[in-house]
């Protein structure tokens, strides 16, 4: 495309011009599929190209690239890259040749030693050329389709990817079958669904689907079974990885200390085959939940339904799709019969011409004629008390039709089974005629055959359940031990020589400090991280865990005492919290933990006061059954206003009714 520099005021008008130009074009020539083929413009130009080619036989795949060049104007590399994408999906083009494994992401072999030609279900149901809207090539010599008068929901069928400017599109594959039984629904004007369904198998959640538009999202897991006591087997793997991607996944998720795993060994041929062997000890349960939460065993896959409409990219749920493109057929199988019907008629009309021509001997009226025009006028003239019993008017065409028929076929024309010809074309004619009357009825068995002849071995493959998402913090396996450094203020799983042991810990777990001046901080466990001078309690920390803390603190270097009861709640990594007024000098005096509120209010403490003068009571006892519990913001309740000298637990005779 060429453009006028005088007509852009200035280098920003003229690169948004150009970007514009780029983009339509990107998304309309490239990365996204037609609505009614399915196919996205390379695709259609190598099936045309099949098409042209096609002999029965196979044919080398770099001679139908180089046939494909013809009318792609962007090298074989792409075309070829392309061709193995369809031929891969098992349902255009029968296939020739090492093609690829998509389980193991193995590539094909190159163009020049694989063959393929098109499969009978294309044949049957992609091509037409009597339906077909044609254009000129890129090269204006050669036609090409517009799109193909596909008459089956072939984008759902085979899914797509692409990428283009501003936008992409994935629609994810569906069932052959029930694609059949979803159109056919269609066309009775009754209701369905359509879910994915994964070449690879597996297990699908499609609970989040959204009919397929943008925001929807299907999770799809590995399925994996207990093979025998300390192993684990993965026969099918979630769509969109490989199986050596999946194993690498899996190695990494090892490493790193999140499974426990002894080996692991592929096995795959035709079918997917992994092996995950489990040390001595190790919880299969588990390690399955492991594998969904930390490797590529559970996949979330995100569908963006969009589709050329109308010359532009238009975003459509699977059912909007499916509706379309069911019309669509009905209106292709109708244009189809119409076709045929004339045909049908054309035919009859010559039949009915010939038997008349050969049976009342008006070949030979010509025999004495000098001109054309006399030969034409001649077999007119004989005709002409025949007309009555024809459908339409004679032509000159016609006439010129009738003095090619050869002598032989004179002499050896049988009346008989010229009728019989007749006879059986007029029935066809009605056949036609009534399939057109009744099209909706006559589009539904045309699917219902389609279903009969290519739909055995098309079964569903990807199984259809609903899971709950694996909680990290529950599978992970808890490899490491966490030790805390008192002295310097450090923790983690990397302290063995300098710390003493907490408890055992994971790598991708939080660990919760509290110190002594009345600060909360939450940070990621690791070798060594810093938790705060003189900490309280340093303990891995648990989301799940409702725990209760009761601390007795004193605000500032000299003022109340104050004691409160409370939950930790939401907190934000790294960020520290202050669990008292914030008062410089405030120093936490007591401090303890509990997961029950019966245990937290069953604490009795006895607070010592120190002696001064006109003081009388020496000791406050402290229940903390008497607060409630707040959040960790709140204050506290005031216990007294004077310097205390200890905080001791109650005894367990203690009376709390008797007075200090």
Same mark, same amino acid.
């Not at 929807?216 to 079974?225: E, F, L, N």
């Given at each position: 495309?060429?453009?006028? &520099?005088?007509?852009?005021?200035?280098?920003?008008?003229?690169?948004?011009?150009?970007?514009?130009?780029?983009?339509?074009?990107?998304?309309?020539?490239?990365?996204?599929?037609?609505?009614?083929?399915?196919?996205?413009?390379?695709?259609?130009?190598?099936?045309?190209?099949?098409?042209?080619?096609?002999?029965?036989?196979?044919?080398?795949?770099?001679?139908?690239?180089?046939?494909?060049?013809?009318?792609?104007?962007?090298?074989?590399?792409?075309?070829?890259?392309?061709?193995?994408?369809?031929?891969?999906?098992?349902?255009?083009?029968?296939?020739?040749?090492?093609?690829?494994?998509?389980?193991?992401?193995?590539?094909?072999?190159?163009?020049?030693?694989?063959?393929?030609?098109?499969?009978?279900?294309?044949?049957?149901?992609?091509?037409? &050329?009597?339906?077909?809207?044609?254009?000129?090539?890129?090269?204006?010599?050669?036609? #090409?389709?517009?799109?193909?008068?596909?008459?089956?929901?072939?984008?759902?069928?085979?899914?797509?990817?692409?990428?283009?400017?501003?936008?992409?599109?994935?629609?994810?594959?569906?069932?052959?079958?029930?694609?059949?039984?979803?159109?056919?629904?269609?066309?009775?004007?009754?209701?369905?669904?359509?879910?994915?369904?994964?070449?690879?198998?597996?297990?699908?959640?499609?609970?989040?689907?959204?009919?397929?538009?943008?925001?929807?999202?299907?999770?799809?897991?590995?399925? +994996?079974?207990?093979?025998?006591?300390?192993?684990?087997?993965?026969? %099918?793997?979630?769509?969109?990885?490989?199986?050596?991607?999946?194993?690498?996944? +899996?190695?990494?998720?090892?490493?790193?200390?999140?499974?426990?795993?002894?080996?692991?060994?592929?096995?795959?041929?035709?079918?997917?085959?992994?092996?995950?062997?489990?040390?001595?000890?190790?919880?299969? %349960?588990?390690?399955?939940?492991?594998?969904?939460?930390?490797?590529?065993?559970?996949?979330?896959?995100?569908?963006?339904?969009?589709?050329?409409?109308?010359?532009?990219?238009?975003?459509?749920?699977?059912?909007?799709?499916?509706?379309?493109?069911?019309?669509?057929?009905?209106?292709?199988?109708?244009?189809?019969?119409?076709?045929?019907?004339?045909?049908?008629?054309?035919?009859?009309?010559?039949?009915?011409?010939?038997?008349?021509?050969? %049976?009342?001997?008006?070949?030979?009226?010509?025999?004495?004629?000098?001109?054309?025009?006399?030969?034409?006028?001649?077999?007119?003239?004989?005709?002409?008390?025949?007309?009555?019993?024809?459908?339409?008017?004679?032509?000159?065409?016609?006439?010129?039709?009738?003095?090619?028929?050869?002598?032989?076929?004179?002499?050896?024309?049988?009346?008989?089974?010229?009728?019989?010809?007749?006879?059986?074309?007029?029935?066809?004619?009605?056949?036609?005629?009534?399939?057109?009357?009744?099209?909706?009825?006559?589009?539904?068995?045309?699917? %219902?055959?389609?279903?009969?002849?290519?739909?055995?071995?098309?079964?569903?493959?990807?199984?259809?359940?609903?899971?709950?998402?694996?909680?990290?913090?529950?599978?992970?396996?808890?490899?490491?031990?966490?030790?805390?450094?008192?002295?310097?203020?450090?923790?983690?799983?990397?302290?063995?020589?300098?710390?003493?042991?907490?408890?055992?810990?994971?790598?991708?777990?939080?660990?919760?400090?509290?110190?002594?001046?009345?600060?909360?901080?939450?940070?990621?466990?690791?070798?060594?991280?810093?938790?705060?001078?003189?900490?309280?309690?340093?303990? +891995?920390?648990?989301?799940? #865990?409702?725990?209760?803390?009761?601390?007795?603190?004193?605000?500032?270097?000299?003022?109340?005492?104050?004691?409160?009861?409370?939950?930790?709640?939401?907190?934000?990594?790294?960020?520290?919290?202050?669990?008292?007024?914030?008062?410089?000098?405030?120093?936490?005096?007591?401090?303890?933990?509990?997961?029950?509120?019966?245990?937290?209010?069953?604490?009795?403490?006895?607070?010592?006061?120190?002696?001064?003068?006109?003081?009388?009571?020496?000791?406050?006892?402290?229940?903390?059954?008497?607060?409630? +519990?707040?959040?960790?913001?709140?204050?506290?309740?005031?216990?007294?206003?004077?310097?205390? #000298?200890?905080?001791?637990?109650?005894?367990?005779?203690?009376? &709390?009714?008797?007075?200090?």
């Amino acid at each position: 495309m060429t453009h006028d &520099p005088d007509q852009h005021a200035s280098l920003g008008a003229m690169y948004s011009d150009y970007f514009l130009d780029y983009a339509s074009y990107v998304i309309l020539e490239r990365a996204v599929p037609h609505l009614y083929d399915g196919l996205k413009p390379v695709q259609r130009r190598i099936l045309h190209a099949m098409d042209e080619l096609d002999d029965g036989r196979y044919n080398k795949v770099a001679g139908i690239v180089g046939n494909t060049m013809n009318y792609h104007p962007h090298g074989d590399q792409s075309i070829g890259a392309a061709m193995v994408g369809l031929g891969q999906k098992e349902l255009l083009i029968d296939t020739q040749g090492n093609w690829g494994n998509t389980l193991t992401g193995d590539g094909a072999a190159a163009p020049r030693y694989i063959e393929a030609r098109l499969t009978k279900f294309a044949i049957d149901v992609v091509f037409n &050329p009597k339906t077909t809207h044609w254009l000129a090539s890129y090269d204006g010599r050669r036609k #090409e389709p517009d799109t193909l008068p596909v008459k089956f929901p072939l984008l759902l069928a085979q899914g797509v990817e692409g990428i283009a400017v501003g936008l992409a599109c994935k629609v994810l594959p569906h069932n052959f079958m029930e694609l059949i039984e979803a159109s056919i629904a269609v066309l009775r004007g009754e209701s369905f669904t359509l879910l994915p369904d994964f070449p690879t198998g597996g297990i699908m959640d499609a609970s989040e689907y959204r009919d397929g538009l943008r925001g929807g999202k299907v999770r799809v897991r590995a399925r +994996i079974s207990l093979e025998k006591k300390g192993m684990l087997r993965i026969t %099918e793997i979630p769509f969109g990885t490989t199986t050596g991607a999946l194993m690498e996944s +899996i190695v990494a998720a090892a490493d790193k200390g999140k499974i426990k795993i002894a080996k692991i060994e592929d096995n795959t041929a035709a079918n997917a085959d992994i092996l995950v062997h489990l040390p001595p000890g190790a919880d299969p %349960e588990q390690t399955r939940n492991a594998l969904f939460a930390f490797s590529d065993c559970e996949l979330p896959i995100s569908p963006n339904g969009c589709v050329i409409v109308d010359g532009k990219p238009q975003f459509l749920g699977v059912s909007d799709i499916l509706r379309r493109t069911a019309q669509r057929t009905k209106e292709l199988l109708g244009t189809e019969l119409e076709i045929k019907l004339g045909e049908l008629a054309e035919k009859w009309h010559f039949s009915s011409l010939e038997k008349i021509f050969i %049976e009342n001997r008006i070949y030979r009226d010509i025999e004495e004629c000098e001109t054309w025009e006399a030969v034409l006028k001649a077999i007119d003239d004989g005709l002409k008390p025949f007309k009555k019993l024809l459908k339409r008017e004679v032509t000159a065409e016609d006439l010129a039709r009738l003095t090619e028929i050869k002598i032989k076929r004179i002499s050896k024309f049988d009346s008989f089974k010229a009728d019989e010809e007749i006879k059986g074309l007029e029935k066809t004619i009605d056949e036609t005629e009534k399939n057109l009357r009744n099209l909706t009825k006559f589009a539904i068995r045309w699917y %219902e055959e389609l279903g009969k002849k290519y739909g055995k071995g098309r079964e569903r493959r990807t199984e259809i359940a609903s899971f709950d998402r694996v909680d990290r913090m529950q599978v992970v396996a808890a490899t490491e031990t966490l030790y805390l450094d008192t002295k310097n203020g450090f923790a983690g799983y990397g302290l063995k020589k300098d710390g003493e042991p907490v408890e055992k810990c994971s790598t991708i777990d939080d660990i919760i400090s509290f110190t002594q001046d009345g600060k909360m901080r939450v940070v990621k466990v690791a070798e060594k991280v810093f938790v705060g001078q003189r900490p309280l309690r340093v303990s +891995i920390f648990r989301k799940d #865990e409702d725990l209760i803390y009761s601390t007795i603190y004193r605000d500032g270097r000299d003022g109340a005492i104050l004691a409160k009861r409370f939950t930790v709640g939401g907190v934000t990594r790294d960020k520290e919290y202050d669990l008292t007024k914030g008062t410089p000098g405030t120093r936490v005096l007591y401090f303890a933990v509990h997961k029950t509120n019966e245990e937290s209010s069953a604490q009795m403490l006895l607070v010592h006061l120190k002696a001064a003068l006109r003081m009388r009571n020496l000791i406050i006892k402290v229940h903390f059954a008497d607060y409630g +519990i707040k959040g960790r913001s709140s204050g506290g309740n005031l216990v007294t206003k004077h310097g205390i #000298e200890k905080i001791v637990r109650a005894p367990k005779d203690y009376d &709390p009714n008797l007075g200090a």
